[in-house]
């Protein structure tokens, strides 16, 4: 393995997933929507990597997200990338 991928693979052990999220959303009652801005900025980093798997995780939050009333019509082209990745378990995210 290169120091690249060990790198690349510490850094998707720290990110937040769906089930991270739900549980920051449950537990920031008061200001929920301070932590949700801050989570869709966080997902916007995400998206911008060249990793599809990290874009899948970006695209499953933000379906969530959509489900709870949000706009997320700016991340047309990204759902679209992941849609068309070679990986079935990414185009499901999709």
Do not use: P
């Not at 301070?34 to 798997?53: D, G, M, V």
Request: charge should be positive; include cysteine; aromatic fraction near 8%.
């Amino acid at each position: 393995m290169t120091l690249r991928n060990i790198r690349n693979n510490l850094d998707r052990l720290f990110d937040k997933n769906l089930t991270d999220l739900i549980r920051g959303i449950r537990n920031n009652k008061e200001n929920e929507s301070r932590y949700i801005a801050a989570c869709i900025e966080e997902i916007k980093q995400e998206l911008q990597l060249n990793s599809t798997e990290v874009k899948a995780n970006a695209v499953e939050k933000l379906a969530y997200l959509q489900m709870l009333g949000y706009d997320i019509s700016w991340a047309a082209f990204n759902i679209i990338e992941v849609m068309a990745s070679t990986r079935f378990s990414e185009k499901r995210v999709g």
